[in-house]
C-alpha cells in the first residue's frame, strides 16, 4: 500500500512554494482514509487529528516539497525512482500507511497527530510551513509528546539536529592596475591567513545520549572582486558554522567572531541568516528503544530544532536514503519502505 501512494505522490509535481496540488491530493486521501481524523488546514500545510483524549500524544511530520527537477516515476529493480522520492515522499507515504493500517491499535494507544507541511527546502524559517503551522495552531503543536520527522536517516533513529550560521565574510583592499600592484593593497592577498586558519580548523565532537555531533567551520564560497586587470579591492566569502545541540545560538556567534578575531586580519561581518540546533530531549518511549534501535546524531540541520525548541521529543527517522536526497534521479528502495512500517509497529506498539 505505502508504495502504491508513494508512486502517486511522486506523480504530483511539487516543488518549494508550488505544492497546492499536492496538499489538495493529501487531503482528499486523509478524508477517505483516514474518516476518524479531523483535518484542519492553513494554505498548503495540515494538521489531521484523531478523538483520542487520553495517552501520549505522537505526532508523524511530514514536508512535501522537493528539489529535485520532476520526472515521472518509475519502478526499477525494487526500487522506486522519483523526485523527492527519498527526501521525503517515502517517509510521507510509509507513515501515512502505518497509520491507516494500525489506526485501532494506535488510536487504542495514543492520541495521533499528523503535520504534513510546505516550504520545507531552503526556506528562510519565517517561510517554513511548520513555522506557519507553530504559528497558526501553537496549541495543536505544542501538544505532542513525541514528534517522529520522516526525513530520510537509512531507518535509523537520528537525534536531534546541528544549528547553522551562514555569514558573509568581507576583507577590504585597494584597488590598482596589475601592472603597478603596489599602488594598491591586494585583499585576497590580505584574506590568506583566514584561509590558511579556516583549513587548519578540527571538528569538535560533542557526545549527547551516547550519540556523536561535531562542531564544524567551513569556508564554503570564495571570490574576489573582478578584473582581470586589477589588483582585487575586496574579497568575500560564507562562512558555515555547524554548531551542536550543546551550544545556544548566541554562544555559536561569539564562537565565529572569536575565531575570526585570533587571526588578527582586519573584517567585515554580516549574517545570512542562522537557526538553532535541535536538542535532544529525553522521554520514556526514546529510552526504551536505545537497544532495539540504531541511534546517530544528525549532523545537519531539520525542522526537529523547530520541534524540540518547543519542549517536543523530535526526532528524524525515515526510509529515505541520505545519500539519494536531492540526487537528480533519486530513489528510495521498497524493502526500505518495508523494513520501516515495521519498525514503526515495533516503536509504537510493540515496545513495552
Known amino acids: 500500500m505505502s508504495q502504491s501512494l508513494l508512486m502517486a505522490l511522486l506523480r504530483i509535481s511539487s516543488p ?3 505544492e497546492k496540488e499536492k496538499c489538495d491530493f493529501l487531503e482528499s486521501w486523509l478524508s477517505r482514509e483516514l474518516p476518524s481524523f479531523s483535518v484542519t488546514r492553513f494554505g498548503n500545510n495540515m494538521i489531521a487529528k484523531n478523538k483520542q483524549e487520553s495517552g501520549p500524544h505522537i505526532g508523524f511530520v511530514g514536508h512535501i516539497d522537493t528539489v529535485p527537477e520532476f520526472f515521472d516515476p518509475y519502478e526499477e529493480n525494487g526500487k522506486l525512482f522519483g523526485s ?3 527526501d521525503m515522499q517515502a517517509g510521507l507515504a510509509s507513515m501515512l500507511t502505518f497509520v491507516k493500517e494500525n489506526e485501532m491499535a494506535l488510536t487504542d494507544k495514543y492520541r495521533v497527530s499528523i503535520i504534513i507541511y510546505d516550504k520545507e527546502e531552503g526556506t528562510p524559517l519565517h517561510e517554513n510551513g511548520l513555522n506557519e503551522l507553530i504559528v497558526a ?11 517522529i520527522v520522516g526525513e530520510p536517516t537509512n531507518n535509523a533513529i537520528q537525534l536531534g539536529c546541528v544549528g547553522s550560521i551562514h555569514y558573509t565574510l568581507t576583507v577590504h583592499g585597494k584597488a590598482a592596475h596589475s ?3 603596489w599602488q594598491g593593497e591586494n585583499a585576497l592577498y590580505k584574506a590568506l591567513p583566514i584561509m590558511d586558519a579556516f583549513s587548519k580548523l578540527d571538528r569538535k565532537k560533542q557526545t549527547i545520549f551516547g550519540v556523536d555531533f561535531f562542531d564544524v567551520m567551513t569556508i564554503t564560497e570564495s571570490q574576489s572582486s573582478p578584473g582581470r586587470t586589477t589588483v582585487p579591492e575586496t574579497w568575500q566569502a560564507n562562512i558555515n558554522y ?16 572569536k575565531v575570526l578575531d585570533g587571526i588578527g586580519v582586519d573584517y567585515k561581518l554580516s549574517c545570512l541568516n542562522a537557526v538553532d540546533a535541535g536538542a535532544v530531549i529525553e522521554h520514556p518511549l526514546l529510552e526504551s528503544l536505545k537497544t532495539s534501535f540504531q541511534f546517530e546524531a544528525k549532523q545537519a540541520w531539520t525542522d526537529v530544532a523547530q520541534l524540540t525548541a518547543r519542549g517536543i521529543c523530535a526526532f528524524n527517522f525515515g526510509p529515505g536514503r541520505q545519500d539519494q536526497a536531492h540526487h537528480p534521479n533519486e530513489y528510495v528502495v521498497i524493502a526500505d519502505m518495508v523494513q520501516y512500517e515495521q519498525l514503526l509497529k515495533n516503536m509504537l506498539l510493540e515496545a513495552s
Open 137 to 147: 495552531e501553537p496549541e495543536s503543536i505544542d501538544a505532542m509528546d513525541v514528534a
Open 179 to 181: 601592472a603597478r600592484p
Open 242 to 257: 555547524r554548531f551542536s545541540p550543546v551550544h545556544t545560538l548566541a554562544e555559536a556567534k561569539t564562537h565565529v567572531a
Open 84 to 86: 523527492g522520492a527519498s
Open 16 to 18: 518549494t512554494y508550488k
